[in-house]
Every structure is written in structure tokens, then in C-alpha cells.
């Protein structure tokens, strides 16, 4: 059974910066593509970063490019969101996902395989 687990998220002022990590276990996670996701109150799940398994590839959604940054670590078993300059519309719940055996970077969450239990990101203005 693939898990991943989150850690990272809390509450940070407009500006600043925050780093969110997954943990993944029981897969074989440098054959997978990573990606993030969040979801605010009443609003649908959206793309947030992506990165294949050798990180080659990375894809941003429009509203976090140039202010986030997604990496990887294979030999860790861990994905990381690197935030910076945040802002109040960042505010949601953040979720790591996985999708095994993939050599691109999906948006659509149907896509991917596994999910973290996600980790809430509050932005305060």
C-alpha cells in the first residue's frame, strides 16, 4: 500500500514564505510523477506543480509561477513545495499526489493514483 505523508503547513503573514514536504512509502517513488494540489473553501481541487520522476519536467499553474517552486529528493522518498511570497488567495487545503509509471506531468487530478491527507496553508493579510 503507497502512503504519503504531509508536513509543513500553518499560518504565515502576506509575504512570507512556507515549505511543505511529502513523505511516500510503499511504492517505488523515483518511477513516479509528483504533483501538488489545493482546494479552498467552496472551490474545486486545482493544479498547483508537478514534477516527473527524474525532475526534468516541472509544470506550474499560472497563479503560482515564478513564486513557487517544486523539487524532489528519489534517494528521500520526498517531494517538496518550496512558497514564497504568498498571498491571502493561497490560503487552502494542500494535497500530494502520485501517479506510478508516467513519464509527463498531468493537471487533471483523475490522473494520479495516491493521495496525502493533505495539509492546510492559512496566508493571512
Known amino acids: 500500500q503507497v502512503q504519503l505523508v504531509e508536513s509543513g503547513g500553518g499560518l504565515v503573514q502576506a509575504g512570507g514564505s512556507l515549505s511543505l514536504s511529502c513523505a511516500v512509502s510503499?511504492?517505488?517513488?523515483?518511477?513516479?510523477?509528483m504533483g501538488w494540489f489545493r482546494q479552498a473553501p467552496g472551490k474545486e481541487r486545482e493544479f498547483v506543480a508537478g514534477?516527473?520522476?527524474?525532475?526534468?519536467?516541472?509544470r506550474y499553474a499560472d497563479s503560482v509561477k515564478g513564486r513557487f517552486t517544486i523539487s524532489r529528493d528519489n534517494a528521500k522518498n520526498t517531494v517538496y513545495l518550496q512558497m514564497n511570497s504568498l498571498k491571502p488567495e493561497d490560503t487552502a487545503v494542500y494535497y500530494c499526489?502520485?501517479?506510478?509509471?508516467?513519464?509527463?506531468?498531468?493537471?487533471?487530478?483523475?490522473?494520479?493514483?495516491?493521495w496525502g491527507q493533505g495539509t492546510q496553508v492559512t496566508v493571512s493579510s
Open positions: 499526489a502520485a501517479k506510478s509509471r508516467t513519464v509527463v506531468v498531468s493537471t487533471d487530478e483523475y490522473a494520479y493514483e495516491h
Open positions: 514534477i516527473t520522476k527524474t525532475g526534468s519536467i516541472t
Open positions: 510503499g511504492g517505488t517513488f523515483g518511477s513516479s510523477t
